[in-house]
C-alpha cells in the first residue's frame, strides 16, 4: 500500500483534479463513451468547474477531497493522485448522500487511494446526518463496480441511460447503508 492520505481539496488542486479526471476518462472509459466526446473534453472548462466546487460550494454538506500520495523515499515529495466529489443528492429529497465523482488517476490504482477517498466521503457524510448513500457508475465499467462492490455497496435496480453523442450509455445505482461501521 502506496503512503497516502486525504485531505479537503483546495483552489489550488483544481488544475490536477480536472487532469485526473480528463486522463481516468480518456484512459478507462473508452470503451463505452465516444471517441469525439472523449476528445473534446476541455481542460480549461473542468479547471473552471472543480475550483467553484472547491472554494463556493452550493452548501455546507458538499466537499471534493483529494488522494495524496507521498514518495516513499522523499517524504517532500507529493502528489495528488484521485479525488472525490460528495454530498447530499439534491435531485431528490431522500436526505441520501451522493459520489459524483470518485477516480483515481490510473497509474496510482490499487494502491488503496480509492478506499482512502470512500472512508473520508463516508466520515463527512455521517458528520452531516447522512446515513444512506448511493453513486451512479457506468454498466460497463467493471472496475469501479467492482470497487464498490467490495466496499460493501450494492446495485439496488435503480438504472439510468445517459445521452453521449450518438452513443446512450447506461449506468447502474449502487448505494449502501451507512448506519454500521464497515
Request: net charge negative.
Amino acid at each position: 500500500m502506496a503512503l497516502g492520505y486525504v485531505r479537503p481539496a483546495r483552489e489550488s488542486d483544481a488544475p490536477q483534479i480536472a487532469s485526473i479526471q480528463l486522463s481516468t476518462w480518456r484512459t478507462a472509459y473508452t470503451k463505452f463513451i465516444p471517441a469525439e466526446v472523449l476528445d473534446n473534453l476541455d481542460h480549461g472548462w473542468f479547471t473552471q468547474q472543480w475550483q467553484e466546487a472547491c472554494t463556493n460550494p452550493p452548501s455546507p454538506d458538499q466537499q471534493v477531497f483529494v488522494a495524496i500520495e507521498q514518495d516513499e523515499t522523499d517524504k517532500e515529495r507529493l502528489e495528488t493522485v484521485g479525488f472525490a466529489a460528495v454530498g447530499p443528492d439534491t435531485d431528490d429529497d431522500s436526505g441520501q448522500g451522493l459520489i459524483t465523482e470518485l477516480l483515481v488517476e490510473p497509474r496510482f490504482s490499487r494502491r488503496g487511494h480509492g478506499s482512502r477517498l470512500l472512508s473520508a466521503s463516508v466520515a463527512h457524510w455521517r458528520a452531516h446526518g447522512i446515513l444512506l448513500a448511493h453513486v451512479w457508475a457506468f454498466a460497463r465499467d467493471s472496475a469501479s463496480l467492482n470497487f464498490y462492490r467490495s466496499a460493501g455497496w450494492e446495485t439496488d435496480g435503480a438504472s439510468r441511460t445517459l445521452e453521449m453523442d450518438t452513443a446512450m450509455v447506461p449506468q447502474l445505482r449502487l448505494h449502501a447503508d451507512l448506519t454500521e461501521e464497515a
